[in-house]
């Protein structure tokens, strides 16, 4: 099979964040049965050992450069600027920077492909890349969008919570472009894959016409191996982008609202907010007694082994969550919220706790507390958390899964019984 697979963002090193991370592993299992040609775009992150490194894992690269940013010019210019790309988003009902990373050079080659039959499937990681997929395509190319979070429900959320970072123009664009944009592209496709059931149920009011077929992310289980012991103590670890909108609020609501409380019971606790990029909003919660920023680290593996408790304090966004699969295959006992355990039957009736839930403040200081003083809890949720990585959530089993769906056109040759985990 000749899969045609559209990334806007460069998805190595699978490091820099859950799009890199889902979009390399996919493409890394394709790549052992099928011929894979990635189309793609770099800025000036990416370097030339990067690029020869992404080589390897398939069969053709790609490689066009991102549009340069906007100047600002300041003044009455920057704000008609502005206006313009406002308007634009809201009359092609497409968000601004879907409209921004559009290259012409790209829809150019796809149509090539397209119209020469050089290829089976296309497959857009992530929604930013429906923009090169035509109507018509349908016709002659099986073409898969891999949601990796609903852009419309992302930003819903954001505002329902007030983690919005400009609430006036987020709630315009919810109202005027993004329920129309998810409803436009979503009926281009022959199929669509999301990474949880809330996300499923999302689409499906949008495409009610089709099977929607859930694949969650993995984790690489040699890069994250099982922790050998309980390091003890009262260390807590929060990890992830802290550039990214969701993961400044979580860490600022758990520094601000959570830890003062828990210092009150355990003077020596602290806070590791550990990731890349860190926003100044992030870096000024150093001042706070106990937080710890890292920025970019080494080997995160190891900040986990070394904490007591991983926290996931999301209050927003959707889909399933990388951080949270990572700490639990590392074997360390996990304390999130709704959104940060999205996904995870990791309780409830008949089910081995794999995770404790908390969403207010309180819920995080009993949850946490229980842990920090019950070493046998510790490891009951750090024996079930890596046993349920290890059977529902590699990208063995993600890719394989994806997989099939790159195969369906007509009749597919698979039985219900192997359908039925993706398309329940």
Same mark, same amino acid.
């Not at 964040?17 to 996919?26: A, S």
């Not at 436009?184 to 689409?203: A, L, M, N, P, W």
């Not at 349920?388 to 769906?405: M, S």
């Given at each position: 099979?000749?899969?045609?697979m559209?990334? %806007?963002?460069f /998805?190595?090193?699978p490091?820099?964040?859950g #799009?890199e991370?889902?979009?390399f592993?996919?493409l ?8 894979v040609?990635?189309? #793609?775009?770099?800025?000036?992150? !990416?370097?030339?050992a990067?690029?020869e490194?992404l080589r390897?894992?398939?069969?053709e ?11 600002n010019?300041?003044?009455i *210019?920057e704000?008609?600027a502005k206006a313009?790309r406002?308007?634009e988003s809201?009359l092609? @009902?497409? /968000?601004?920077? !879907? ?16 119209? @020469? ?6 497959t ?6 429906e923009i090169?997929?035509r109507?018509?395509f349908r016709?002659?190319?099986?073409t898969?969008?891999d +949601?990796h979070?609903s852009?419309y429900?992302?930003?819903r ?10 609430a ?8 005027l ?12 496709? %022959?199929?669509?894959? !999301? ?5 499923r149920?999302?689409?499906l ?10 694949i969650?992310?993995g984790?690489? $289980? ?5 922790r050998?012991q ?12 802290m ?6 609020d979580? @860490?600022r ?8 409380e828990?210092?009150?019971s355990?003077?020596d606790? #602290?806070?590791?907010? +550990?990731?890349?990029?860190p *926003?100044p ?7 706070i007694?106990?937080v710890i920023?890292?920025g970019?680290v080494?080997?995160? +593996?190891?900040?986990?082994h070394n904490s007591t408790v991983?926290v996931?304090?999301?209050r927003t966004?959707f889909?399933?969550?990388n ?6 295959a590392?074997?360390v006992?996990?304390?999130?919220s ?13 089910? *081995? +706790?794999?995770?404790l839930?908390a969403?207010v403040?309180?819920?995080y200081?009993?949850?946490? *507390?229980?842990l ?12 079930n958390?890596r046993? $349920?990585?290890e059977t529902?959530f #590699? ?9 099939q769906?790159c195969?369906?056109?007509g009749s597919?040759g698979?039985?219900?019984?192997q ?6």
């Amino acid at each position: 099979m000749r899969i045609l697979m559209l990334s %806007s963002t460069f /998805p190595y090193p699978p490091s820099r964040g859950g #799009t890199e991370i889902r979009t390399f592993n996919l493409l890394k299992y394709l790549q052992q049965k099928h011929s894979v040609i990635l189309i #793609t775009q770099s800025n000036k992150e !990416v370097t030339n050992a990067e690029v020869e490194e992404l080589r390897k894992y398939v069969s053709e690269l790609v490689i066009f450069p991102l549009p340069s940013e906007p100047e600002n010019q300041g003044g009455i *210019s920057e704000l008609l600027a502005k206006a313009r790309r406002f308007m634009e988003s809201v009359l092609k @009902a497409t /968000p601004p920077n !879907v409209l921004y990373r559009y290259s012409p050079a790209i829809q150019a080659l796809v149509d090539d492909y397209v119209q @020469a039959q050089k290829c089976d499937v296309i497959t857009c990681e992530h929604s930013v890349n429906e923009i090169y997929i035509r109507p018509e395509f349908r016709n002659s190319v099986n073409t898969v969008v891999d +949601v990796h979070s609903s852009v419309y429900g992302w930003v819903r959320d954001h505002l329902k919570m007030d983690a919005s970072q400009n609430a006036l123009r987020d709630r315009l664009y919810l109202s005027l472009v993004l329920e129309r944009y998810e409803k436009r592209y979503c009926t281009k496709f %022959s199929h669509i894959v !999301v990474t949880t059931q809330d996300d499923r149920q999302e689409f499906l009011k949008l495409r009610p016409d089709i099977e929607i077929a859930v694949i969650p992310n993995g984790v690489d $289980l040699e890069l994250f191996p099982y922790r050998l012991q309980d390091p003890g103590g009262h260390s807590l670890i929060f990890v992830g982008a802290m550039d990214a909108s969701h993961n400044i609020d979580a @860490a600022r609501f758990f520094a601000l609202e959570v830890l003062p409380e828990l210092q009150k019971s355990y003077p020596d606790v #602290t806070f590791s907010i +550990v990731g890349a990029r860190p *926003s100044p909003e992030v870096l000024e919660l150093k001042d706070i007694p106990g937080v710890i920023v890292t920025g970019r680290v080494s080997s995160m +593996v190891e900040y986990l082994h070394n904490s007591t408790v991983c926290v996931v304090p999301l209050r927003t966004g959707f889909g399933i969550k990388n951080k949270t699969l990572e700490a639990m295959a590392a074997g360390v006992p996990v304390v999130g919220s709704d959104r940060g355990l999205e996904g995870l039957a990791v309780d409830g009736n008949g089910i *081995s +706790v794999g995770a404790l839930r908390a969403n207010v403040p309180q819920e995080y200081i009993t949850a946490i *507390s229980k842990l920090f003083d019950n070493p046998k809890l510790r490891s009951e949720l750090s024996l079930n958390g890596r046993q $349920l990585v290890e059977t529902e959530f #590699t990208w063995d089993i993600a890719g394989k899964n994806y997989e099939q769906v790159c195969l369906q056109s007509g009749s597919n040759g698979y039985s219900g019984s192997q359908l039925s985990a993706i398309y329940p």
